[in-house]
């Protein structure tokens, strides 16, 4: 099985730029294709414009070693290059189906610069059954002395977690192929040997992933699928939450004890404010899109969204069953990102609860250690460290569980403060040790407070 020439990644987002960085570290000669000029510019040198963890080191070694570059010719990444991951963005579009505008851009940018026999591998998340319109799409514009039959399209579905992206790049527990073109999945199985192996320096070699191959759809509804599952466990154990603190249950003990079944498991069984990122809302619509597009009336799907939509409105009513009134109150929000050890805001729980409690006349400030502003609420209120959002506040609320903010030192929360509820959106502080320094604790589903029945904030 032969090596790939060279690796050409279009796109140089979340997803692109961890491709490129990694493809380089694990052997291969990787072009990156980014046509934004101030992006390529910082890539350029080095360092990507968003934050992860560890991926700056690995472009900077990459680059320095000459494995990886960044450019935004197309006719140099192809001629450089016999496989092609396409990793640009797709946007929720109309009725819920992802906006491929710029995957056709880039689709187009890359049948006209291409002058030899081209694998195409789509790791953007793309409609099931986009294969064989970007195939065609590709076809389209190829120069006549080019032959069609010799570009063919594999889709490769990511499975990156932002904040882990890199571990999990390198570390997968699986690897999803699908095509139908037999030569073209092997050269794509070739250029991921390094990983399936866990040949490269680093590697884990008694964790080898697993190599699924299948055909295209199927590939392109399996990460659809596994994101709608992941979104959907969630859902369910927040749902769990809310029927816990009217029967004065913990949630955490009951999905403690769900997880020990091995059918279950315990991950993605945290209670909380709910889900957010780029990807486990537009992807559950998304997949409910096509259903509806085949008649199907996606039950669950939509219950998970409005599940999860729900959890972030709970969390008003917590402050307003405590607050009264809630115009004029002083609310702290820690965290602002949607997950820690990222600065994506795309979906945060905080950009919800910050703009319901600003609607109903709360005064916001906000503080995380990634995230300075909010392009969406540029009226919010950040703050350059924890405690000058908690100072004077009279309620605390964690959104985010930054080891930073999990280690807060609650009796200087308590003495910052000017009232005392604190609102734990993560389930992250042991109850006991914040009611130790005078402050009243509420958690998701911890059985302390229940939201009124017949107060709605909106």
């Not at 209120?381 to 004077?392: L, Y």
Request: glycine letters at 8%; charged letters at 25%.
């Amino acid at each position: 099985m032969a090596d790939p020439k060279g690796i050409a990644i279009v796109g140089s987002g979340y997803v692109g730029t961890v491709v490129a960085a990694c493809m380089a570290k694990i052997g291969h000669r990787v072009v990156g294709v980014e046509i934004d000029e101030e992006k390529l510019s910082k890539l350029q040198s080095g360092s990507s414009y968003f934050y992860e963890p560890g991926l700056d080191e690995i472009l900077r070694a990459s680059i320095d070693n000459g494995t990886l570059q960044f450019t935004n010719d197309f006719e140099l990444a192809m001629a450089q290059s016999e496989v092609v991951f396409l990793c640009v963005d797709t946007p929720p579009g109309e009725g819920g189906h992802p906006d491929t505008t710029n995957v056709m851009a880039a689709a187009k940018s890359i049948g006209r610069a291409i002058k030899s026999p081209h694998v195409i591998v789509t790791k953007s998340t793309v409609p099931v059954g986009s294969g064989n319109w970007l195939t065609t799409t590709i076809e389209n514009v190829l120069d006549d002395d080019v032959d069609p039959s010799a570009i063919s399209v594999v889709s490769n579905p990511e499975f990156l977690r932002e904040g882990s992206a890199v571990m999990d790049f390198l570390h997968p527990e699986r690897i999803v192929l699908g095509g139908s073109d037999e030569r073209a999945v092997d050269l794509v199985e070739a250029a991921y040997k390094p990983i399936l192996d866990q040949s490269f320096p680093g590697g884990r070699t008694a964790e080898r992933p697993i190599l699924v191959k299948t055909d295209r759809s199927t590939a392109e509804t399996i990460k659809y699928a596994a994101n709608a599952f992941l979104a959907t466990k969630i859902s369910f154990i927040n749902e769990i939450a809310e029927i816990c603190e009217w029967v004065n249950a913990d949630v955490k003990e009951v999905a403690l004890a769900m997880g020990l079944d091995s059918r279950i498991s315990a991950m993605f069984l945290q209670a909380g404010v709910g889900w957010g990122g780029s990807c486990f809302g537009k992807d559950v619509e998304a997949l409910a899109a096509t259903a509806r597009a085949y008649g199907q009336d996606p039950m669950i799907l939509d219950a998970t969204r409005a599940v999860n939509q729900h959890q972030r409105h709970r969390v008003v009513h917590k402050l307003q069953s405590h607050l009264r009134p809630l115009r004029g109150s002083r609310i702290a929000l820690l965290g602002i990102a949607f997950k820690p050890e990222t600065d994506d805001t795309r979906d945060a729980p905080s950009i919800t609860i910050a703009s319901e409690l600003m609607a109903r006349g709360a005064i916001v400030r906000a503080y995380d250690p990634m995230v300075k502003q909010i392009p969406e609420l540029p009226d919010l209120q950040t703050g350059t460290d924890p405690f000058s959002v908690i100072e004077r506040a009279d309620a605390v609320v964690l959104v985010t569980e930054w080891d930073e903010l999990r280690n807060l030192d609650l009796s200087v929360v308590a003495e910052k403060m000017r009232g005392n509820v604190f609102i734990d959106g993560r389930n992250a502080f042991d109850p006991a040790r914040v009611e130790a320094v005078g402050l009243v604790y509420e958690g998701m589903g911890t059985g302390v407070v229940a939201p009124p029945r017949n107060s709605e904030p909106w």
